[in-house]
């Protein structure tokens, strides 16, 4: 059956980096655009990155250019999302998406805590 998990979520200092790993299994990973997704504790759910079948940067939420880069290994069926500089306006928890035309698949999510 369809899977992404996510990794490497946990509490972190301000300034500090977090590498998340979203392993998928199920379908053919190669073939569908990923994205990272985040929503904290009373917000809506916003897209954090996107990159493209082939690993081509789609597109970061501003507030993360710069300190976060997204990236795919297809080999290993697994996204990515490296953050660094992290501030507590990134502590949510951290959803990957895979997306291919209308079909679409969620993670469960890792929690990404950012506190001294």
């Known amino acids: 059956q369809v899977q992404l998990v996510e990794s490497g979520g946990g509490l972190v200092q301000p300034g500090g980096s977090l590498r998340l790993s979203c392993a998928a299994s199920?379908?053919?990973?190669?073939?569908?655009?990923m994205r990272w997704y985040r929503q904290a504790p009373g917000k809506e759910r916003e897209l954090v990155a996107g990159?493209?079948?082939?690993?081509?940067?789609?597109n970061y939420a501003d507030s993360v250019k710069g300190r976060f880069t997204i990236s795919r290994d297809n080999a290993k069926n697994t996204v990515y999302l490296q953050m660094n500089s992290l501030n507590s306006e990134d502590t949510a928890v951290y959803y990957c998406?895979?997306?291919?035309?209308?079909?679409?698949?969620w993670g469960q999510g890792t929690q990404v805590t950012v506190s001294s």
């Open positions: 998406n895979a997306q291919r035309v209308n079909v679409g698949y």
């Open positions: 990159i493209t079948t082939i690993g081509g940067v789609l």
């Open positions: 199920g379908f053919i990973f190669s073939n569908y655009v």
